[in-house]
Structure formats: C-alpha cells, structure tokens
C-alpha cells in the first residue's frame, strides 16, 4: 500500500477512552506504517474527545509531526486497517517512543500549560483511576483510595528523596485524602469530569486536552505510581527512561497483554500490609499466566493477526488488496 492513503473512522466506531482505544488504535497501526514509510492523512473522529460537528480527534488532541500528504487518498477504515495490519506492542520503549515521534506531537498549547504547572524538583508523580476502573473486573481488580494509598506511604518510607507530589484523578476526592495521608505539598490540576458523560457543557475537546496534559505531566516526573490505567501508562511512552510502577492487574486482553499498561513493572513493597493488598489488587494479572507469558515476550511485537497481516502484504504489492478485503469475511 505505497499510495496516500486517508485513515478515518465514524464517531461511534469509538467510545472508550481516549488513550486506551482512540490512541491506542492508531498507535497499533504505526509498526505497519513506519516500515513501509507510509505517512497517512488521517480523520480519527470520536464523540467522547471530538467537538462537533465532525468529532474530528486526530488530528486535534495531537498533531501530525509531518506534513500530511494533499489531493485525493484512498480512504481506508481504521477498523479494517487494524484488522490487516494491527500489531501487538511489547516494551521496547525506545524504539515506540522512536516511531510515536515519527507520526504524532504533542500540541504547542499542551506544552505552554504543562509548563506553567509542572511543580520544581524531585516529583513523585501519583495517577488514580477510580470510577468504572473499579468495576471492570475483566480488565484489571478495584484498589481503593484507602488501599492505594497505604502503597504510596509504603513506597515513600523507602524512598523519601522527593521534594513535591503531582496527582491526578479522575476522582478528586483522592487529592484531599493524599494531602491528609501525606507531609510532601500535592499539586493536583482542577476536577475534571468523566470522560463519558456527555451534556454537561465541557467540550469533548476539552476532555481530551486535559486528559494528555495529564500525561505529559506525569512523563516529566522523577517516578510515577498508578493504578491500572492506559493514560498513566503512555506517559512512559513519552518519556522511555520514566520510572514507573503499576499496582492492578492487567488481565489478558482479547487473549493478549493490554499494551501499554501491561508492560509497565510492579509495584516494588515492603509491609505486610502493602503485600496483602497487591496480592489481591494483582490476581489474575498477565505476568502470572505463565503459558501464556511466554507468547508474548515482554520486548517482542508481532502482528496481532499474523495470517492476515502476511495475506494482505501479498495483495497490497499486487494492488488487489480491496478485493481481498470484499472477499474476506468481516470487512465493510
């Protein structure tokens, strides 16, 4: 596929999060793209972060680090484009971080904001995702405030070389019960409202420029704890020396390791308390299921469909890859 191709999608087509689908979907697409020096025009639109009337999300939220090629492009849906080509992701941070920055920037205005609210010296940088990550048992087990923090005091009492705490949440009740739990300042950014609530006057625009102002934050500090959260999780992205550590499980996926919080490393504790509540918060986690461990090594990607991914390689050199896709079952 070596001519202009345009990536789109409807705005329906996705409705969870910003990075751990609209992100994530094109995200998977880049191993495909980058080998074959392919840079698309792409209309990612999606109702929760695009404003209307067009829902347009990428490009938006972030920038193309190109120039997107002009005149017509065949149009190709996302979802069929992921089905050819989509890849599983493993941790090889700086070769992601390589090919992230071949293909998206982080907008000028995010950069100005996250400048002017990053705190100075030695930041310990605390996510907590509470709302529905508390119920989405096939994804990862709840941790509660209370839980959570008991392995930040854990974590601070073997490590107490920082200076000032960035938290964020999407429950911001959290904010005021970390100040109470802790001695270091916590500076925390204004409530934001759940991403899914719609008509509530926020922009989803908005919604989304919060949201990746909260990762770049946390993928300029010293260390970040998070509990389960694809948000969290791509800040290492940005950042690859980032240290960072996770306290949920992350359950296989579709089978398969939920990139990128899969691969982010556990939580290093030392109580017996803090042992009891990961033992628990960490069931079922990916890393345990060693049959399936072993498949997916940590560093390795592949294709996420190999037979398709190899059929299509084929039909693509042949210019007859539309035909296969109306044949094949399952493309629009």
């Not at 971080?97 to 996250?114: C, D, T, V």
């Not at 002017?116 to 907590?128: A, C, D, E, T, W």
């Not at 999407?170 to 609530?197: G, N, Q, Y």
Request: proline share 8%; with cysteine.
């Amino acid at each position: 596929m070596q001519r202009s191709i345009c990536i789109t999608c409807q705005p329906e087509d996705l409705d969870q999060g910003l990075f751990g689908m609209v992100v994530l979907y094109a995200f998977q697409l880049l191993p495909y793209l980058y080998e074959r020096r392919i840079f698309p025009q792409w209309e990612i639109r999606s109702r929760h972060f695009g404003d209307p009337p067009d829902f347009l999300t990428i490009p938006g939220v972030l920038d193309l680090a190109y120039d997107a090629p002009t005149g017509p492009c065949q149009r190709i849906w996302l979802h069929e484009l992921r089905r050819r080509h989509s890849f599983v992701l493993g941790n090889d941070w700086s070769y992601l971080n390589r090919i992230w920055n071949m293909y998206f920037k982080i907008p000028p205005r995010i950069l100005e904001q996250a400048d002017s609210v990053m705190p100075q010296g030695r930041v310990l940088g605390i996510h907590y995702r509470g709302t529905d990550k508390q119920t989405t048992a096939w994804d990862s087990n709840p941790i509660s405030q209370e839980q959570y923090l008991t392995l930040v005091l854990d974590f601070l009492s073997n490590r107490p070389d920082y200076d000032v705490i960035f938290a964020a949440t999407d429950e911001h009740s959290f904010i005021e019960r970390l100040r109470e739990t802790t001695k270091l300042p916590v500076v925390a950014l204004d409530p934001v409202e759940f991403f899914m609530l719609e008509n509530t006057g926020t922009k989803p625009s908005t919604k989304a420029d919060r949201a990746l102002l909260d990762c770049v934050l946390l993928s300029r500090c010293m260390c970040v704890l998070k509990t389960s959260s694809a948000l969290s999780s791509f800040a290492k992205l940005l950042n690859p020396d980032l240290e960072i550590y996770r306290c949920a499980a992350s359950k296989l996926y579709t089978n398969m390791p939920y990139f990128p919080v899969a691969h982010i490393p556990i939580l290093p504790v030392t109580s017996a308390e803090s042992k009891e509540i990961l033992r628990s918060s960490m069931e079922l986690d990916w890393t345990l299921t060693p049959n399936h461990h072993g498949s997916y090594k940590p560093g390795v990607r592949r294709p996420r469909w190999p037979i398709n991914h190899a059929i299509f390689n084929i039909a693509e050199r042949l210019g007859i890859d539309n035909l296969v896709a109306k044949i094949a079952h399952g493309y629009r």
